[in-house]
């Protein structure tokens, strides 16, 4: 069966700290993203990567960045978190193949900045 | 740019009843992905149905349908005989550019909510 797994379900930081997201795919998949939800807005894109090391920003990718160093992990960064990142965070997960059909998702993460 | 929207913030149904989700695009892209997710309370984004712009037929998956009007640039959810475990969040969303250097992104609208009534 298809897994989207991330590190944590619910977070809470301060304003200032480092956080890292971790999310990980085992159906092999070549492209990999990362979402923010906030209501009244949807999910918007902060960045995706479609190789190990390959990274392309998305839609709002300040005060972020990413790291792919293999190919089943994304990790999400924060580097230094303020109370605006508080959002329901999302990765996802899809072939390259332009047929694909779908993005599999993960059970995203609750992050509180304080 | 790919702009998706979804006008209406809320949505009540009675149970066993139909309803249709509406969904508007906007894409200069020949080829395009059209896509809807369903996202419980519990945040998990489930997979509902596809429809691929060159696509002749609409796109059916069980109770889940979807209106799709090219010309009208519309892509509307119609889910069949409600259920109440069909109370949730509903997003469109879009695949541009499929043949090219998309990467398979997608672009979400805002989201309606969906309750069904007993």
């Known amino acids: 069966d298809v897994k989207v797994t991330q590190s944590s379900r619910y977070l809470v930081k301060r304003t200032g700290e480092k956080v890292f997201l971790e999310c990980v795919q085992d159906?092999?998949?070549?492209?990999m993203f990362w979402y923010r939800q906030d209501p009244g807005l949807g999910l918007r894109l902060i960045y995706f990567s479609y190789d190990v090391k390959m990274k392309e920003k998305g839609d709002i990718p300040e005060g972020y960045s990413v790291s792919r160093e293999k190919k089943e992990r994304f990790s999400l960064i924060l580097e230094s978190a303020s109370t605006n990142q508080t959002s329901m965070y999302l990765c996802a997960s899809s072939l390259r193949a332009s047929g694909a059909r779908t993005q599999y998702f993960g059970p995203g993460t609750r992050l509180l900045v304080l | 740019a790919q702009k998706i929207t979804q006008t209406q913030p809320g949505m009540f149904v009675q149970e066993k009843e139909a309803v249709t989700l509406d969904c508007t695009y906007d894409?200069?892209?020949?080829?395009?992905?059209l896509f809807w997710y369903k996202q419980p309370s519990s945040g998990e984004m489930i997979f509902l149905i596809y429809?691929?712009?060159?696509?002749?037929q609409n796109a059916t998956e069980g109770r889940y349908s979807l209106n799709f009007q090219k010309a009208r640039k519309s892509a509307n959810l119609v889910i069949s005989a409600s259920q109440l475990g069909d109370s949730a969040m509903y997003f469109c969303?879009?695949?541009?550019?499929?043949?090219?250097?998309?990467?398979?992104?997608?672009?979400f609208g805002q989201g309606t909510i969906l309750t069904v009534h007993p």
């Open positions: 429809q691929g712009s060159y696509d002749q």
């Open positions: 969303a879009m695949r541009g550019n499929a043949g090219g250097t998309s990467y398979g992104k997608l672009t």
């Open positions: 159906m092999d998949h070549e492209n």
């Open positions: 894409t200069s892209d020949p080829s395009y992905g």
